[in-house]
């Protein structure tokens, strides 16, 4: 089975990922304050541990971005 390459985005795209993930990082943290306040709390715990999943992305979009080389 031959793979096919994959093409790796470039700096400007990473960072509009990055950009995107961190949007959707603060979305997910106002639904999740909405979500406790309403005392759903298991609801409200899934979906900060998304925001912080988009965090993650976010970082790593950036990293790889100020890693030289």
Known sequence: M???A???PDGGELVAIA??????AASKLT???LLLGAGQW???????????EELGKAYLCIT??????
């Open 2 to 4: 031959v793979k096919e």
């Open 6 to 8: 994959v093409r790796v």
């Open 19 to 24: 950009a995107a993930a961190g949007e959707s």
């Open 31 to 33: 639904a999740a304050t």
């Open 42 to 52: 298991a609801e409200a715990f899934c979906t900060a541990a998304l925001g912080f």
């Open 64 to 69: 790889i971005v100020v890693i030289p080389g």
